[in-house]
């Protein structure tokens, strides 16, 4: 039982225009979500999280959104840059709830900006 | 900057064998992870440990066990190998701090069973 989903293995943009990763899960408890970032043969680099009070948050080029009601969530790069090239994991936690820090991830996208 | 470090980056062992793979973080970070990656699949969590000598059964502990004897260090061990082992094992360490709670990673081993 997948609880955290990314349906899209792939993903191909121009330089220079958005990315849209999405992500959606099935547990409602879940109430902090993380996106990190995978170049091949390194580990995972946390880019961007954000807490269930809000429904956006933004650090520079990297905007992500969550949609309680759809139990959605998107990382939105912008612009895109050749070197955004990797493997996008989102991963969600219940953190108010036994706080153990268990994160679960989704299967992850591969994302390919072309110059 | 947190740093997470993994005892390899690639390792070939034969079935059967026992395998260490060892994690250390300099953070002083009470918890600590270890994941494994495969293609489709994401990240899946193994074992994790909250505390020196605390360890709890994550998603696929079958075949793995762990030790945490010192809070900077976490090892995860392949009693007898198998093919099926045959992996990325990822480690992190996670850092709490108010409105955050994020889990840096090392760079990763790649194991491979044969």
């Known amino acids: 039982d997948q609880q955290v989903k990314q349906n899209s293995p792939s993903l191909s943009v121009q330089e220079g225009r958005i990315s849209i990763l999405n992500c959606d899960y099935t547990?409602?408890?879940?109430?902090?979500f993380l996106w990190y970032k995978k170049y091949p043969a390194e580990g995972p680099t946390f880019l961007i999280s954000?807490?269930?009070?809000?429904d956006k948050n933004e650090d520079g080029r990297f905007t992500v959104f969550l949609n309680k009601s759809a139990k959605h969530l998107s990382l939105h790069i912008v612009p895109s840059q050749p070197g955004d090239s990797a493997v996008y994991f989102c991963?969600?936690?219940?953190f108010g709830s036994g706080n153990t820090g268990k994160l679960i991830f989704g299967q992850g996208t591969t994302l390919q900006v072309k110059p | 900057d947190v740093k997470v470090t993994q005892s390899s980056r690639y390792l070939v062992k034969r079935t059967g064998e026992k395998v260490f793979l060892e994690c250390v973080q300099d953070?002083?970070?009470?918890?600590m992870f270890w994941y494994r990656q495969d293609p489709g699949l994401g990240l899946r969590l193994i074992y994790f440990?909250?505390?020196?000598?605390?360890?709890e059964k994550g998603d696929i502990p079958e075949g793995y066990s762990v030790s945490r004897e010192k809070k900077e260090r976490f090892s995860l061990i392949l009693e007898s190998a198998s093919t099926n082992q045959t992996s990325m094992y990822l480690c992190?360490?996670?850092?709490?701090?108010?409105?955050?709670?994020?889990?840096?990673f090392g760079p990763g081993t790649r194991l491979t069973v044969l």
């Open positions: 953070m002083d970070h009470e918890n």
């Open positions: 954000i807490s269930s009070i809000k």
């Open positions: 992190a360490s996670r850092r709490i701090q108010r409105g955050s709670d994020t889990q840096y």
């Open positions: 547990n409602s408890m879940f109430d902090y």
């Open positions: 991963a969600a936690s219940a």
């Open positions: 440990s909250y505390d020196v000598k605390m360890k």
